[in-house]
């Protein structure tokens, strides 16, 4: 283990002693919602993917639900559900896919509203690719426009994951609806290395299954040519990753996630590398195919990005609470709190 892997391990364990829960629609594996129990709250999750929901179940101390989402869909009332977040599928807006948008069937943001127009959290917030401010920008206008008719102020923000002691650049828009004030986490001046979190492991040869054939090695030299890379698109140790995502870990592609061993041979990453890279703790065990493990992996929010934004969810949670207690003190109706 390397300090930083570490230091991941015993900030992340889940601390669960809030009483507010919070929900996380389209959870995946957990990344978002281990931010969320670190900083002390429950969760429930709902998501479709088997290998996922174990996964989720098996590290969390809250429960996943395999379950399909529609509009309308019955959420627990008994529950005292008063923070929403989760991640809408990206595909529908993501640059390597077919950017259909609200024309796409995996589009799930149909779902998150109704379930903040029905629960009326205190507080939600959602993450999505940067890439939903290009050509769907007008989408996501339309988005935030539905969530303000509720009542509640909505601001956005793309963060980039190694401004927040991730050792990954990585670039995800998160947008938050709440009734009081929210500060998004300050930018940290130092980034963290590829050698901090993989350093222990990365100069490996093994697993031999994983080095890259000299077929190989002439394709990767073909694509860097043809998209005039200055440096190759190894992993190096002392800078950040580049953006881990499914593509790059589970596909033997030219744009493979890899390291070179000191030989001059290279060789992709383990799933566990790929975990770290994206600040999931060593004791966080997932389920499935190397193939599904590297999906979950490639889907997650980076736990750590997850619980800085957490912390500013919890402080804005606490001034909700403080808004109302002072509402109800001075005996103001309640529309008036409803901006």
């Given amino acids: 283990m390397t300090e930083y892997s570490q230091y991941i391990d015993g900030l992340l364990k889940p601390k669960v002693q809030e009483p507010a829960v919070v929900l996380d629609l389209f959870a995946g594996c957990g990344g978002l919602s281990l931010g969320f129990e670190a900083v002390g709250f429950r969760t429930i999750g709902f998501e479709m993917v088997d290998e996922a929901v174990d996964t989720y179940n098996r590290n969390l101390k809250g429960k996943c639900y395999n379950?399909?989402?529609?509009?309308?869909?019955?959420?627990?009332?008994?529950?005292?559900?008063?923070?929403?977040?989760?991640?809408?599928?990206?595909?529908?807006?993501?640059?390597?896919?077919?950017?259909?948008?609200?024309?796409?069937?995996?589009?799930?943001?149909?779902?998150?509203?109704?379930?903040?127009?029905?629960?009326?959290?205190?507080?939600?917030?959602?993450?999505?690719?940067?890439?939903?401010?290009?050509?769907?920008?007008?989408?996501?206008?339309?988005?935030?426009?539905?969530?303000?008719?509720?009542?509640?102020?909505?601001?956005?923000?793309?963060?980039?994951?190694?401004?927040?002691?991730?050792?990954?650049?990585?670039?995800?828009?998160?947008?938050?609806?709440?009734?009081?004030?929210?500060?998004?986490?300050?930018?940290?001046?130092?980034?963290?290395?590829?050698?901090?979190?993989?350093?222990?492991?990365?100069?490996?040869?093994?697993?031999?299954?994983?080095?890259?054939?000299?077929?190989?090695?002439?394709?990767?030299?073909?694509?860097?040519?043809?998209?005039h890379c200055v440096n190759p698109r190894d992993l190096y140790p002392d800078r950040p990753a580049?953006?881990?995502?499914?593509?790059?870990?589970?596909?033997?592609?030219?744009?493979?996630?890899?390291?070179?061993?000191a030989d001059g041979r290279r060789r992709r990453l383990t799933y566990r590398e790929a975990a770290r890279l994206q600040t999931f703790p060593d004791w966080f065990e997932f389920s499935g195919t190397e193939t599904k493990q590297f999906y979950q992996i490639g889907n997650a929010v980076p736990p750590l990005l997850a619980y800085k934004i957490a912390q500013q969810v919890k402080n804005t949670y606490y001034l909700e609470q403080k808004s109302e207690e002072y509402i109800l003190q001075r005996n103001i109706p309640n529309s008036l709190f409803a901006i």
């Fill in 67 to 227: 379950q399909f989402l529609e509009v309308g869909f019955n959420y627990p009332e008994e529950e005292n559900i008063d923070i929403i977040i989760g991640g809408p599928p990206c595909q529908p807006f993501s640059r390597f896919g077919n950017q259909k948008g609200m024309e796409d069937a995996r589009d799930g943001f149909p779902i998150f509203i109704d379930a903040v127009r029905r629960l009326q959290p205190k507080v939600f917030l959602f993450e999505n690719v940067a890439n939903i401010l290009g050509r769907h920008k007008w989408y996501l206008d339309l988005i935030v426009q539905e969530l303000q008719n509720l009542g509640y102020i909505v601001e956005y923000k793309v963060l980039n994951a190694v401004d927040y002691g991730v050792p990954q650049r990585r670039e995800r828009l998160i947008c938050v609806g709440h009734r009081a004030s929210f500060h998004f986490p300050a930018i940290e001046r130092e980034k963290r290395t590829v050698a901090e979190a993989i350093g222990d492991t990365m100069l490996s040869p093994e697993p031999e299954s994983k080095i890259l054939t000299s077929r190989q090695d002439e394709y990767i030299a073909v694509y860097e040519k043809k998209s």
């Fill in 242 to 261: 580049r953006t881990i995502t499914c593509r790059n870990l589970a596909g033997a592609t030219s744009d493979m996630q890899r390291v070179r061993l």
